[in-house]
């Protein structure tokens, strides 16, 4: 599979962004979609999670009530709207794609996208 993201840019603190992440190639094959981030220094870490076939959602603490992971599977399509954005959200962020689980761990997701930068000014 094949993932393109999109969307990312430079954002004021509690201003908002939406990240779209277009899948292409054997999409039947998906069992989740994931959004991950990686801010300079630090390790890739999970932030949101949707089944491919179904509407449950998994988030990281850290953005839970403030981000809004979703899927239109007409278009292959999964976003991420990022609302109340805060400095420290600032990152690389990445899309992924699972064929087997529906997790969080980084190590676990087969395919991923090119990242798109977001950057939040204080």
């Known amino acids: 599979v094949q993932l393109q993201a999109s969307g990312g840019g430079l954002v004021q603190a509690g201003g908002s962004l939406r990240l779209s992440c277009a899948a292409s190639?054997?999409?039947?094959?998906?069992?989740?979609m994931g959004w991950f981030r990686q801010a300079p220094g630090r390790e890739r870490e999970f932030v949101a999670a949707?089944?491919?076939?179904?509407?449950?959602?998994k988030y990281a603490d850290s953005v839970k009530g403030r981000f809004t992971i979703s899927r239109d599977n007409a278009k292959n399509t999964v976003y991420l709207q990022m609302n109340s954005l805060k400095p420290e959200d600032t990152a690389v962020y990445y899309c992924?794609?699972?064929?087997?689980?529906?997790?969080?761990?980084?190590?676990?997701?087969?395919?991923w996208g090119q990242g798109t930068l977001v950057t939040v000014s204080s």
């Open positions: 992924a794609a699972d064929r087997l689980r529906f997790g969080i761990d980084v190590k676990e997701y087969e395919d």
């Open positions: 190639g054997r999409t039947f094959s998906l069992y989740a």
């Open positions: 949707i089944k491919w076939g179904r509407s449950d959602t």
